[in-house]
């Protein structure tokens, strides 16, 4: 299941920042930011919705020129949370996250691409023990300024499809099959804190 998160979130190279001067940290609001998960049940016929409680993104966008920007997401296992809690201990078991073993969920970004309106961060993500190269799509949401027009918020949003598979999440129902389905849609709404326009 799931990513982490699987996020996005943006973090530039000190480099970067030198090069282009116009690169910062967006400050993500967790409180109001979800990285979440949806898990089809017996061939999709209902699915279950969760989300992981407990991340850090670090998130560097040249101001510019996106594609120069760079995202970090970190993802404690352990805060898998689907509203039950006896389902919550078993996701977290050897069965599932084995979160004792791999007890983070990491993606990092190598490149930004501009495709229309919408982007794909292009990264490794880490999870159960095996990392793999994904393109992560993501989306500008929106911008938010106070009454004075000093401060702004910004939105991002992304959705992404993954296969528990092919990171080594392979438990099945023993008498049920199909019961939990193969191909997790991740689901991932930032905000980030107000931030000075420049």
Wanted: aromatic share 8%; glycine share 8%.
């Amino acid at each position: 299941m799931l990513i982490k998160t699987l996020l996005a979130i943006v973090v530039l190279s000190v480099a970067a920042i030198a090069q282009t001067g116009t690169a910062r940290i967006y400050p993500i609001d967790n409180n109001h930011s979800t990285v979440g998960f949806s898990v089809p049940i017996l061939g999709g016929m209902s699915k279950v919705r969760g989300k992981f409680t407990d991340f850090s993104i670090t998130l560097n966008q040249d101001e510019k020129d996106i594609t120069k920007s760079s995202v970090v997401v970190v993802i404690k296992a352990t805060s898998i949370d689907t509203g039950i809690d006896r389902r919550d201990n078993h996701l977290r078991s050897a069965d599932f996250f084995d979160v004792e073993k791999f007890p983070e969920i990491k993606f990092e970004s190598n490149r930004i691409e501009k495709r229309g309106k919408s982007f794909i961060a292009h990264g490794t993500l880490t999870m159960h023990g095996i990392s793999k190269e994904i393109a992560l799509p993501f989306a500008v949401t929106g911008t938010n300024k106070n009454a004075a027009g000093t401060k702004m918020s910004v939105g991002y949003s992304t959705r992404l499809t993954l296969n528990r598979r092919d990171f080594g999440i392979n438990w099945e129902h023993q008498t049920v099959p199909n019961f939990v389905g193969d191909n997790i849609e991740i689901e991932i709404d930032l905000i980030t804190r107000a931030i000075d326009v420049k």
